[in-house]
């Protein structure tokens, strides 16, 4: 199993600015998930981080929008940049064990830009 | 492709039995169950893998069809704590693991 800290657990921030979104496992991992739930919406997945190279974003997700560090195989960051109020989501990092287990998720970011 | 979860909303007396349905058009490795509270990050319930596994936890259980690609879970005789959202996640095979998730279904179980 997996102990993911994830940190803050919620933000209200003002419009235009940027968040960092840090998510610390306690064990190595390969890769790492960020998730994104929008109220009342199911989790979306933004990106995979993988460590030593760039994250892969879904579609409809940028590397302007959300860059993500990735700068061991314990550590990530996410940062939401100049938000707006449609960025206000549950923002959510994840890790998959190995093959035919379940993946763990952090406590979740709940961020509200006003 | 998100996967196509069934019923979206289920109202419950505690006792009785409900099935939720996920569904995909593509090829899936597992189906994960999750359960959320308002305000709070998914749990895992249980995970299915490819080859018709059946698993079960508690009064909760769950399948898997691989031919359909649909899993169904299962939840009996159920308890005021079962009230929340259920996701299912899919990972297709040959990916890197990461999971695409229904729609959720909110289950409701009234006293």
């Known amino acids: 199993s997996a102990v993911i800290s994830q940190k803050p657990s919620r933000d209200i921030c003002q419009r235009g600015t940027s968040l960092t979104i840090q998510c610390q496992v306690d064990?190595?991992?390969?890769?790492m998930f960020w998730y994104r739930q929008q109220p009342g919406q199911s989790l979306t997945l933004i990106a995979t981080?993988?460590?030593?190279?760039?994250?892969?974003?879904e579609s409809g997700f940028v590397i302007d929008k959300f860059p993500i560090s990735r700068p061991n195989l314990t550590f990530s960051t996410l940062t939401v940049s100049n938000m707006s109020p449609e960025d206000s989501s549950i923002y959510l990092c994840?890790?998959?064990?190995?093959?035919?287990?379940?993946?763990?998720f952090g406590q979740g970011t709940r961020l509200t830009v006003v | 492709q998100q996967p196509v979860q069934s019923p979206q909303a289920v109202i419950l007396r505690e006792g009785e039995d409900a099935v939720i349905n996920c569904s995909s058009s593509?090829?899936?490795?597992?189906v994960h169950w999750y359960r959320q509270k308002h305000g709070e990050a998914p749990v895992f319930l249980m995970i299915l893998l490819k080859g018709g596994e059946q698993k079960g936890h508690e009064k909760i259980s769950a399948s898997f069809n691989e031919k359909k690609q649909q899993s169904s879970l299962y939840l009996t005789a159920s308890q005021l704590s079962y009230s929340g959202t259920y996701f299912c996640g899919t990972e297709m095979a040959g990916s890197a693991r990461q999971l695409t998730f229904g729609s959720g279904t909110q289950l409701t179980v009234l006293p």
């Open positions: 981080a993988n460590q030593g190279s760039e994250a892969t974003y």
């Open positions: 064990s190595q991992v390969t890769m």
């Open positions: 994840s890790v998959a064990g190995q093959g035919g287990t379940e993946a763990f």
């Open positions: 593509k090829a899936l490795y597992s």
